[in-house]
T-cell receptor, first 110, second 112 residues
């Protein structure tokens, strides 16, 4: 079965500390993985996707097929990073079906 | 800058009432989606439409129906609302297969 897990519901870090939001997936095919973010009073929006291999707002994520993980990392957390983060997996022949994880609420303490 | 527009933003229903949530996108996207967001459960896919004229079930389709009216519009219908359907509903669209999704602001639905 296709599934996305995010083990931490809540994560608090101090400003300037490193942050890692964990994401694991189960899928027998070749995964397409994304991180979405929802800031307070804003729409859910794409943060990054694994195929782009880019850094957005200082965040990076590496796909580890052996561990079936796609953890989101940032070396120095900022207060404006406080938000809800969702890991998502596109599946199916055309990757049209998208499955989201339960989300992790990140709070950066000043 | 409309992107994905959902109406209404808020609605309160009584158990057994019916309701249609509307969603429209102006980005010429092929794929559209309906999700519900519940505390601790993230976003769960209700139905999706990979292209105009097609719809498919997601993870939690029971109690819902959808219509892909044209390329722009994808509506979600609750025929007989139940308290368990109290949730925030999000519509999204995507222009590429497996591509990033663009979300609406959500509809907060309460069923008493």
């Amino acid at each position: 079965a296709q599934r996305v897990t995010q083990p931490e519901k809540l994560l608090s870090v101090f400003k300037g500390a490193p942050v890692e939001l964990k994401c694991n997936y189960s899928y027998s095919g070749s995964p397409e993985l994304f991180w979405y973010v929802q800031y307070s009073r804003q729409r859910l929006q794409l943060l990054l996707r694994h195929i782009s291999r880019e850094s957005i707002k200082g965040f990076t994520a590496d796909l580890n097929k052996g561990e079936t993980s796609f953890h989101l990392k940032k070396p120095f957390a900022q207060e404006e990073d406080s938000a809800m983060y969702y890991c998502a997996l596109s599946v199916g022949t055309s990757y049209d079906k998208v499955i989201f994880g339960p989300g992790t609420s990140l709070s950066v303490i000043p | 800058n409309a992107g994905v527009t959902q109406t209404p933003k808020f609605q309160v229903l009584k158990t057994g009432q019916s309701m249609t949530l509307q969603c429209a996108q102006d980005m010429n996207h092929n794929s559209m989606y309906w999700y519900r967001q519940d505390p601790g459960m993230g976003l769960r896919l209700i139905y999706y439409s990979a292209s105009e004229g097609t719809t498919d079930k997601g993870e939690v389709p029971n109690g819902y129906n959808v219509s892909r009216l044209n390329k722009r519009e994808f509506s979600l219908r609750l025929e007989s609302a139940a308290p368990s359907q109290t949730s925030v509903y999000f519509c999204a669209s995507s222009g590429l297969q497996g591509g990033p999704q663009h979300f609406g602001d959500g509809t907060r639905l309460s069923i008493l």
